[in-house]
C-alpha cells in the first residue's frame, strides 16, 4: 500500500484548522470558570437532586456550541471545582452530541429524523449511564486531575498567586490563562490529529465494507472508525453518510455517538489531563456501553 503523503499532510492540516477556534473557545471558558466561579456559585446552581442535576448536565449542551475537544479543559476546572465526577463526565460526554450545530448537521446529512433521534436520545441517555457508571468505579477520595499538567505558577485552585492578582486584573490574567491552557492543550491535539490523518489515509474504505456485513461486525468496525478517524462533531454525519448504504443504523448510531464522545484526539488529551487509571476506566465504560446500545438497536430493529 503506497503512503499518500499530500493526502496526509492535507488531511493534517484541515483538522487543525477545524479545531483551533473551538480549543481556544474551550481554554477561555476554562480560564474563566477557574478564576471567577466558586464551589458556592456551583452549589448554588447545581440541584441537590441527583437525578435533576444529571438530567441538566445532560441536556445543557443544547445551549452550549462547544465541540468535543474544547469541552475537556472545561471539564477539567469543573472537576476541579469540586462538581460531582458523574455530573462533570455527563456534561463532557453529552455536549459535543447536543450541540445545536451538531443537530442541525446531522440531520441536513441524512434527512432522516429517525438517526436524528437516535443519536439525541442515545447521546442523553448513554452519557448519564456511563457519568455514573464512572462515577462508581472512581475512588471517591482520589484526585483524578493530572497534576504534571498544572502550572508551577499556579496555586493549588488553579488561579495565580495572590501576588499576581495585586498587579494585573483579573480579565488579564483570564487572558494569560487562557493562552497557556490553549497551548497546553493545542500540543497534544497537534500530535493526535497526526496519527488520525495517517489512519484516515491509509484505511482501505472497500475492505471495512466487505468485512462489515455482520451485524455485530459492522458495528465493531463502525466503532473503530469513529475512534481513528477522529472527526469533528460538527461535520462526521457527512462521513457517516456514504456509509449508510453499506453498513446498517445501529452501526452508523455507533460512529456518530462515539465519535464525539471518545475518539483518538480525545483519548489523548484526556489522558494528558487525567490520571492512567480514570482515562482507562472512562474509555472502557464509554466503549461498552455504546457497544451495548448498538447491539440493542440492532436487536429492536
Known amino acids: 500500500m503506497l503512503i499518500n503523503l499530500d493526502k496526509i499532510i492535507i488531511t493534517f492540516i484541515n483538522m487543525i484548522l477545524e479545531g483551533l477556534p473551538f480549543l481556544l473557545i474551550g481554554s477561555i471558558v476554562s480560564a474563566a470558570i477557574q478564576l471567577f466561579v466558586t464551589e458556592e456559585m456551583i452549589e448554588k446552581v447545581l440541584p441537590q437532586n441527583n437525578i435533576i442535576s444529571l438530567l441538566i448536565a445532560s441536556t445543557i449542551g443544547i445551549l452550549m456550541p462547544i465541540c468535543e475537544c474544547a469541552i475537556i479543559p472545561v471539564t477539567k476546572s469543573l472537576i476541579r ?50 457519568g ?84 455485530f461486525i459492522s458495528i465493531i468496525i463502525m466503532m473503530l472508525m469513529a475512534f481513528l478517524f477522529s472527526l469533528c462533531s460538527e461535520a462526521d454525519a457527512f462521513v457517516a453518510k456514504e456509509f449508510l448504504k453499506h453498513f446498517n443504523i445501529p452501526a452508523i448510531s455507533a ?40 447491539l440493542l438497536l440492532s436487536a429492536i430493529m
Open 255 to 294: 460512529f456518530l455517538i462515539l465519535g464525539p464522545m471518545m475518539d483518538l484526539k480525545n483519548a489523548v488529551i484526556i489522558s494528558s489531563y487525567f490520571k492512567k487509571e480514570f482515562t482507562i476506566k472512562l474509555i472502557g465504560a464509554i466503549i461498552i456501553c455504546i457497544l451495548s446500545f448498538s
Open 132 to 215: 455514573v457508571l464512572v462515577d462508581l468505579l472512581v475512588s471517591k477520595n482520589k484526585d483524578i486531575v493530572n497534576r504534571k499538567t498544572e502550572y508551577s505558577d499556579l496555586c493549588e485552585c488553579g488561579c495565580l498567586t495572590i501576588d499576581y492578582f495585586t498587579r494585573k486584573s483579573k480579565i488579564r490574567i483570564c487572558l494569560e490563562h487562557s493562552i497557556r491552557e490553549f497551548l497546553n492543550i493545542l500540543k497534544y491535539y497537534i500530535y493526535a490529529s497526526f496519527l488520525s490523518s495517517i489512519f484516515i489515509c491509509l484505511i482501505d474504505e472497500n475492505m471495512l465494507i466487505k468485512i462489515g456485513k455482520g451485524k
Open 81 to 130: 471545582k469540586n462538581v460531582p465526577i458523574k455530573i462533570a463526565i455527563t456534561f463532557m460526554l453529552s455536549v459535543p452530541i447536543l450541540n445545536p450545530i451538531v443537530i442541525m448537521s446531522t440531520y441536513y446529512a441524512f434527512n432522516d429524523m429517525k438517526i436524528v433521534l437516535i443519536r439525541f436520545i442515545g447521546g442523553i441517555i448513554l452519557s448519564i449511564i456511563i
